[in-house]
């Protein structure tokens, strides 16, 4: 054989070496460039302030970097450090900390909630003292998806206080037999942990997960925020990127109050994607994880979609993928983990569209090697088409106003005091500048001034920027002597359910 021969060989097979190498390289830093520019790409599409993608692969961070600012028009750029709200991908730490326990001895997931709980009730007596802990954490104790929510939403009442207003919600479904996403049921879960081990939900994730996973910039509410630095502004997309101020959800934490970023996540969902390290580490045994990652209750989707204990399950791509999304005021985070390639991806935002889940489902389907072409097109197009939606939906009010119209009643007969024994109660006064005042008693934030629509009906001027919802109208009922008798609210949005508070009026101011 030849000198140039030899030579020849050598090179072939060093180019098919080469080859290899590259085609079967987990990550490449091509790869992750592609992740960077689609991350780029759908900051504009989406008109996004900013955003944090990180991304764990065999336990090694492949990739924890910001996109755009923290704040629209200002030099703040976002990097794997910035704190967003993560809202209910909280969940997941609670379903984790209440199998955690369930393993070590201290509670039985299939234990009734009385036992730890005596005051919890539902809507029914023999529901009440057979819902278990087991069933909090996968959504199927028949309420509706959202329902109750008004409850809890910038409410200054204490969490037993939510909870024990909980019996009033209606049922709307059979029991264990449908499927209704509900937060209450998370911060039910969280004062079971309270009542098992003394410490609040917050403490016990700090103390069991977020110290020995070194996550040091995580958060168990807004509080400290003011006295940190790198921390992402809220946005509320349907008003121009508007921004406003964190929200607090301080009695409602349980079901989505951690604050979080990147860098941080990742080591979550690292100690998620290796639970034996995890079990040796003593962070929580395999057995829990396990747990929290096997269907319980199907949600009547495509692709055997399911609730788990804190996290959904499907089938995509010939793989069991485990998700959950999270949406905060003026901030969406989604998370994705593939377990058998030891994949997660998680994406942190400051706004509410549909960048976070577009950007994790892109790189999900990358990794799977499905087909992605189009991949932020048909994306931008769901977003236009719901945004429509939601148009359609909050004009209502406006289109189906009769003008020219007076109502029944002088101001000074609407004003007194309002109960509802889902809520609480209300007040109707005046103010200074004798317009009409409403006022929730549990969450003064919620309070707003009244400008005649039509009829007995008032518009809404709520005192501060909401991100769920904007316009609004009560309306007042009279009897047959003209008296007022109640309130009844119409506040269009999809998730907090104004009209679940019936107000009746039980007194004068």
């Known amino acids: 054989m030849s000198l140039v021969h030899h030579f020849v060989i050598n090179t072939r097979n060093i180019a098919l070496l080469v080859f290899l190498f590259v085609l079967f390289l987990p990550l490449t830093a091509q790869d992750a460039e592609q992740f960077r520019e689609g991350a780029r790409q759908a ?24 996109f755009g600012t923290r704040t629209i028009r200002k030099e703040e750029p976002v990097d794997g450090q910035t704190l967003f709200a993560i809202a209910s991908n909280t969940k997941a730490f609670i379903a984790t900390a209440i199998t955690k326990l369930h393993e070590e001895g201290q509670l039985d997931l299939d234990a009734p909630v009385q036992t730890y709980l005596p005051y919890f009730q539902l809507y029914d007596e023999y529901v009440s003292q057979h819902t278990t802990v087991r ?6 104790v028949g309420l509706g998806t959202f329902s109750g929510d008004a409850i809890w939403y910038k409410s200054e009442k204490s969490a037993e206080e939510i909870v024990r207003q909980i019996r009033h919600l209606p049922q709307a479904y059979e029991w264990r037999g449908g499927y209704g996403y509900t937060n209450l049921m998370f911060i039910t879960a969280g004062e ?31 509080l400290p925020l003011s006295n940190m630095d790198n ?16 929200a607090p959800w301080e009695a409602s934490g349980a079901a989505g109050g951690l604050i979080s970023c990147t860098d941080d996540m990742l080591k979550w969902l690292g100690a998620q994607l290796d639970p034996l390290r995890s079990e040796a580490e003593g962070i929580f045994p395999a057995e829990a994880r396990h747990t929290c990652m096997r269907p319980h209750n199907p949600t009547g989707r495509d692709n055997f979609y399911s609730a788990g204990l804190g996290w959904f399950l499907y089938v995509h791509g010939g793989e069991i ?8 005021d003026g901030m969406y985070s989604n998370v994705i983990m593939i377990p058998s390639r030891k994949i997660g991806i998680v994406v942190l935002s400051n706004s509410m569209t549909g960048v976070a889940s ?7 389907d990358s990794y799977l090697g499905l087909d ?42 609407l004003v007194g005091i309002y109960q509802d024994p889902l809520y609480g109660e209300i007040l109707i006064g005046t103010g200074e500048d004798g317009r009409l005042t409403l006022s929730f008693q549990g969450a003064p934030a919620l309070s707003a001034r009244l400008d005649h629509w039509h009829y007995d009906t008032y518009w809404l001027d709520w005192e501060e920027e909401h991100a769920w919802f904007k316009e609004g109208t009560v309306r007042f009922d009279v ?22 508070i019936k107000m009746e009026k039980v007194g004068e101011e």
């Open 479 to 500: 009897d047959n002597n003209r008296q007022v008798t109640g309130i009844r609210f119409d506040v269009p949005n999809d998730d907090i359910f104004f009209e679940e």
């Open 135 to 140: 069933d909090l954490l996968c959504h199927r």
């Open 358 to 364: 577009t950007l994790a489902r892109y790189i999900r």
């Open 231 to 246: 921390v992402a502004t809220p946005h509320i997309t349907q008003r121009n990127n508007l921004p406003i101020n964190m």
């Open 321 to 328: 993928i485990v998700t959950h999304g999270g949406g905060y």
């Open 372 to 413: 992605t072409e189009g991949w932020l097109e048909t994306a931008v197009k769901r977003e236009a088409r719901g945004r429509e939606a939601w148009q359609k939906k909050v004009s209502a009010p406006a289109e189906h106003r009769v003008m020219g119209t007076r109502p029944s009643l002088a101001p000074e007969e």
């Open 192 to 222: 079971v942990i309270r009542a098992v081990t003394g410490k609040s939900w917050a403490e016990y994730v700090r103390d069991n997960f977020l110290d020995p996973l070194e996550m040091a910039r995580t958060q168990t509410s807004v």
């Open 43 to 66: 900051l504009e599409a989406f008109d996004a302030p900013g955003f944090a993608v990180g991304i764990i692969k065999d336990g090694e961070v492949v990739l924890s970097e910001g």
